[in-house]
């Protein structure tokens, strides 16, 4: 058996930056421990798998451990597969997903997504979380992530976090954010909690991200960039309880996955299922 699979750096415009996701189209639905089993040899943060449905594409994400509920980056790649590799016509593709009705617009080279917003609260100081970053948070807050606000780009770049810290906490992950030097605001995601110490641009972190500065800088439409060494910039806009956002992303790698129908395929590991 033969699966074709692509991978893709989302939000860049180039290789090499951004973020890798594998994509892999089916016809139809295989075995849940095969789904896992490519993953966990792909050892990308995400890979994505999709099939044909009555409104658009049935859409899923997994890490090298688990099946997650969202994932921003590998649905922007999976987009980009269908617009062009795949040949798919019109403007807008409606994937159905855990997280509910997620559609991808194309404008040009940029794709925007439809996201939900998270919306973050504040939240008394987390005495671990300071000190695994290193640093004293100006303001913590929180949602599926830690949100904790720092003075400058600068701050933001020079955190060298204690992993094994981190990954104690009781959220899915940690954003570091603050004012842009460039940019209206940076950031960097760490989830050492899925394995993923450092990630490289975190679609869903936008999704607290961007309500967060809407709010702080008054205005709607954002740029911003995740300075993780490979790096990625997005474009963010609120609008009520969704998030649009925008970027561009790049074919690196096409391949073939190739098995027999007898090949084992074990289940992941047991990292929470989660938003990437």
């Not at 110490?197 to 961007?210: K, N, R």
Request: aromatic fraction near 8%.
């Amino acid at each position: 058996m033969k699966i074709r699979q692509y991978q893709v750096d989302a939000f860049a415009t180039r290789a090499f930056e951004g973020n890798p996701a594998a994509v892999c189209p089916l016809e139809r639905w295989l075995d849940d421990g095969l789904l896992q089993a490519i993953a966990e040899e792909n050892n990308l943060a995400e890979t994505a798998f999709f099939v044909p449905s009555d409104t658009g594409f049935r859409l899923r994400w997994f890490t090298p451990a688990s099946e997650v509920d969202l994932c921003g980056h590998a649905t922007l790649a999976t987009a980009h597969v269908l617009f062009e590799h795949l040949g798919h016509r019109g403007q807008v593709i409606t994937f159905e997903t855990r997280s509910g009705a997620l559609t991808v617009k194309r404008e040009g080279d940029v794709l925007e997504m439809d996201f939900p917003a998270r919306p973050p609260t504040p939240c008394a100081s987390v005495e671990l979380l300071a000190k695994a970053l290193g640093r004293q948070p100006l303001e913590v807050l929180r949602a599926d992530d830690y949100l904790a606000v720092f003075d400058s780009e600068a701050t933001v770049r020079g955190i060298r976090p204690d992993f094994a810290l981190l990954g104690t906490l009781d959220l899915r992950g940690v954003i570091i954010t603050a004012p842009g030097s460039s940019d209206d605001f940076v950031s960097r995601f760490f989830a050492p909690r899925l394995g993923i110490p450092e990630d490289p641009v975190t679609g869903s972190a936008h999704c607290t991200l961007a309500p967060y500065w809407a709010g702080r800088l008054g205005k709607r439409l954002l740029s911003a960039r995740q300075v993780s060494k490979r790096g990625g910039s997005l474009t963010c806009e609120l609008k009520g309880d969704r998030v649009l956002l925008s970027g561009a992303a790049v074919t690196v790698i096409e391949a073939e996955i190739t098995f027999q129908a007898g090949d084992p395929s074990p289940q992941g590991g047991s990292a929470p299922s989660s938003v990437l």
